[in-house]
C-alpha cells in the first residue's frame, strides 16, 4: 500500500487492523521512539481508542515515566514477548541503521502461544514500517524545508506564495495586507562585522517580527534582506499603516552583536489587495515597489502603494525615448559638488553630477535616468557627454584662475567602462583640453569591478599609465570580493554615505568605516568619506584618518556658476579648522 506524509497515518490504522485480524489477537500497536524527548509517542492503534490530550495522555510516554514494556523499547534491537497482567505481547523493534525507531506490538491473550515463524513475519512487517517512517520523515523534513527559510525558521517564499493564493480567492474576505521590509544596508555588516554577524543579525530580526506580529500573522522571509508580513483578516490602510509603524520602530532598534550595537534601518511598503481582483505576485510586486519608492527617498520609512506607481512604467518609456534628444539638445547639465580637506577646508577637487532639466517631468535626479540610460545603449554617448562637458569646464577654470589645483571627479557607469576604446577616449578628451591625467579622478562603483574583472583589470591599467586617478565610489554598499582590490590600480576609496551620514550616532556605523580605514590603510589607498551632514562626524572620520570629504555640511552639488567662486577662493570657511583666516567660502 502507497503511504506518504499525507495518507500514512490511515495506511497504518488499516495495516493494523489486518494484522489483528491475520495474527487473532486483542490489539495492535505502531509507537515512534522520540529520542530527543526520551519519549515513545503513539502513531497508530488496533481498535482506535480515546486518548487524553495534554501531558497525561497515554498517546506520548517519556521512557523513563512509562511501564517495564515501553521503557524496554528505547533501544531495544530485538523481537520480544513480554508478559503483562493478562496479557501477552509481542514487541517487535522498528531498526534503521542500528537506531531503534519505534515499536510495533501486538497485544494478544495471556496463553498466546507466538511461533518462531509469526515473529519472523512481524520482524519483517516492523522492517517495512520503518521504510515507511523513515520515508515520511524524510519527506516531511523536505516540506520543511521548502516551507521555510533555513536561517530564521520564518515561512519561505514558496510559503508564502501559497499562503497568499488562497487568501486572495474570490470570494475570500479582503482587503488583504501585505508588508515589504527591507533593511537598509545590510551587505555592510557581512563584510565588514562578517557573516555570522550578519545571520545573527537577520535572526534577531525574525524573532522580533514575530513578537511584533500576531501568530496568526504570516511572516516570510525572501532571501537576504528582504522579510515580509501578511496581516491575518481584512485590514485596512490604517490597520496595515500602524502595524508598518511598529515593525519599522521595532526592527529599527540596534541589535548587540558582539557586544557592539548594531541597528539598520528599515524600508517599509505597504499593499492591499482585494480577492480575486489581484494576483499573489502583483500584490507581492506591489508591496516590493512601495518599498522601493521608499527606499530611493532615503530609506527608513514606510510608504504605501500608488496608482502612479503603475504609471511608472509609462514615466520610464517617456524617459527612455527622451534621452537620446536631450544629450544632444542641452537639456542636461552638470552641478559640481566640492571635495575638501577636513581639517583646512581647502577645496581639493569637485565631483560632476549630472541632472536632466526635463520639459515636461521637470529636474530630474541621475537615479531616474541613469539606468534607463543603461538599459537603452544611451550610457556610453551620456558618459561621453559628461566628461567632455566636465574636462571642458575644468579647463575653462584653469584658463581663469591661474595656479589652480583641482581633480574633476567624473561618474563612470558600468557600462561605460566596458565600451571598446575607453581609455583611448578618454586620453583623447584630456588632451584636447589639456588636461594632465591626473586631474582627473574617475569614479566606478564595486559592482563594476566583479563584471569583467580581466577586462576591467585591463582597461583601468592603460588609464593608470596616463596618471588618471581611480576611486571606488559608495564603497561599502558593493559585491566586490576584497581581493580584488589588491589586483586593481585604484586610488581611492569613497566611502558610502549611508556610513557616514549617522557616523555620531552609530557605533555600528563607525565599525564599519573603522573596517574601510583598516583596508584602506593596509592597501595603500586614500579614503574620501560622502554625506558629511552633521559636524559630529568630522572629529571621527579625522580620527580614522580619513581626512577628505563630501557632504551636504560642507556644500551641496551647485551649478558651475556658484562653484567657480568657491573654487576660487579655494576652500571652504569651516567652523572647526585652524590655521586660516576668512575669506574662504561659507560653508553649506
Ligand atoms: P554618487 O556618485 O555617490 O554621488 C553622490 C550623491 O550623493 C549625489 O547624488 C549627491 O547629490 C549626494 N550627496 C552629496 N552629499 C550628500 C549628503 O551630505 N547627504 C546626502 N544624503 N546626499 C549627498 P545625485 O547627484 O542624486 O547622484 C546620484 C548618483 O547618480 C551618483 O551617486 C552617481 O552614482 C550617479 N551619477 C551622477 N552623475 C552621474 C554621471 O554623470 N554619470 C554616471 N554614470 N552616474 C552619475
Ligand atoms: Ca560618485
Ligand atoms: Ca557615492
Given amino acids: 500500500m ?61 521512557f523513563r515515566d512509562a511501564g517495564p514494556i515501553m521503557a524496554d523499547s528505547e533501544n531495544s534491537k530485538d523481537p520480544r514477548v513480554l508478559a503483562a497482567p493478562g496479557q501477552s505481547i509481542a514487541a517487535v523493534p522498528l531498526l534503521w541503521g542500528d ?22 513475519s512481524l520482524r519483517l512487517i516492523a522492517a517495512l514500517f520503518a521504510q515507511v517512517q523513515a520515508r515520511v520523515r524524510a519527506e516531511g523534513e523536505l516540506r520543511y524545508a521548502a516551507y521555510h527559510d533555513s536561517l530564521t525558521g520564518l515561512a519561505s517564499r514558496r510559503a508564502l506564495l501559497e499562503y497568499l493564493d488562497e487568501r486572495l480567492r474570490p470570494g475570500n474576505p479582503g482587503p488583504v495586507a501585505v508588508l515589504f521590509l527591507d533593511l537598509d544596508r545590510l551587505k555592510a555588516l557581512n563584510d565588514f562585522l562578517g557573516h555570522r554577524a550578519a545571520d545573527t543579525y537577520l535572526c534577531r ?46 526592527v529599527g532598534e540596534s541589535v548587540s552583536l558582539d557586544g557592539q550595537l548594531v541597528g539598520r534601518g528599515v524600508s517599509l511598503g505597504i499593499a492591499l489587495g482585494e480577492p480575486g481582483e489581484i494576483s499573489s505576485v502583483a500584490l507581492l510586486g506591489r508591496a516590493d515597489q512601495a518599498m522601493m519608492a521608499v527606499k530611493v527617498q532615503g530609506g527608513n520609512s514606510v510608504g504605501f502603494f500608488t496608482e502612479d506607481m503603475n504609471h511608472e512604467g509609462e514615466r520610464r518609456t517617456r524617459i527612455e525615448l527622451d534621452l537620446r534628444a536631450s544629450i544632444d539638445d542641452d537639456h542636461l547639465i552638470l552641478e559640481y559638488q566640492p571635495e575638501v580637506d577636513l581639517r583646512s577646508g ?15 517631468l521637470g529636474t530630474l535626479a541621475p537615479a531616474e535616468f541613469i539606468d534607463v540610460a543603461e538599459s537603452t545603449n544611451l550610457a556610453a554617448e551620456l558618459g561621453r557627454w559628461v566628461m567632455e562637458t566636465a574636462c571642458a569646464q575644468l579647463a575653462s577654470w584653469k584658463k581663469k584662475i591661474p595656479g589652480l589645483h583641482l581633480v574633476m571627479g567624473i561618474n563612470v557607469s558600468p557600462v561605460q567602462l566596458v565600451t571598446v576604446g575607453f581609455d583611448e577616449s578618454v586620453a583623447s578628451m584630456l588632451r584636447r ?27 583601468l591599467s592603460r588609464l593608470e599609465r596616463r596618471g ?39 557605533e555600528g556605523d563607525r565599525v564599519i568605516v573603522n573596517s574601510i ?31 577628505r570629504g563630501q557632504g551636504f555640511l560642507l556644500s551641496a552639488p551647485k551649478p558651475s556658476e556658484v562653484v567657480e567662486g568657491m573654487v576660487r577662493a579655494g576652500y571652504i570657511d569651516l567652523p572647526w579648522a ?11
Fill in 346 to 360: 581647502a577645496i581639493l577637487g569637485v565631483e560632476a553630477l549630472v541632472r536632466w532639466n526635463h520639459p515636461v
Fill in 517 to 547: 580605514a583598516g583596508l584602506a590603510t593596509s592597501f595603500g589607498l586614500d579614503l574620501v568619506a560622502e554625506g558629511i551632514e552633521a559636524e559630529g562626524a568630522v572629529p571621527y572620520l579625522l580620527e580614522l584618518g580619513c581626512r
Fill in 99 to 120: 537506531i531503534t525507531t519505534g515499536t510495533l506490538g501486538l497485544v494478544g491473550a495471556r496463553d498466546r502461544a507466538w511461533t518462531e515463524d509469526e515473529m519472523e
Fill in 578 to 588: 585652524t590655521g586660516r583666516g576668512s575669506g574662504g567660502f561659507r560653508a553649506r
Fill in 433 to 459: 583640453h589639456g588636461l594632465r591625467g591626473a586631474e582627473v579622478c574617475l569614479e566606478i562603483t564595486e559592482n563594476v569591478v566583479v563584471g569583467d574583472l580581466r577586462r576591467t583589470r585591463a582597461t
Fill in 205 to 250: 530580526i525574525g524573532e522580533r517580527l514575530m513578537q511584533v506580529n500576531r501568530p496568526v500573522d504570516v511572516v516570510a522571509r525572501l532571501g537576504g534582506d528582504e522579510f515580509v508580513v501578511v496581516l491575518a483578516g481584512p485590514a485596512t490602510p490604517a490597520d496595515a499603516w500602524e502595524r508598518a509603524a511598529q515593525i519599522q520602530r521595532v
Fill in 468 to 506: 588618471v586617478r581611480i576611486a571606488i565610489d559608495d564603497f561599502g554598499t558593493g559585491y566586490s570580493s576584497l581581493g580584488h582590490l589588491k589586483s586593481l590600480p585604484v586610488d581611492t576609496l569613497k566611502i558610502d554615505k549611508g556610513f557616514v551620514q549617522n557616523l555620531h550616532r552609530s
Fill in 2 to 62: 502507497p503511504a506518504d506524509v499525507a495518507t500514512h497515518r490511515e495506511v497504518f490504522d488499516r495495516v493494523l487492523e489486518l494484522l489483528a485480524d491475520h495474527f487473532e489477537v486483542d490489539a495492535c500497536y505502531l509507537r515512534y521512539n522520540d529520542h530527543d524527548l526520551a519519549a515513545t509517542v503513539l502513531v497508530a492503534e488496533w481498535p482506535p481508542q480515546a486518548h487524553s490530550p495534554g501531558p497525561d495522555s497515554s498517546a506520548v510516554l517519556q
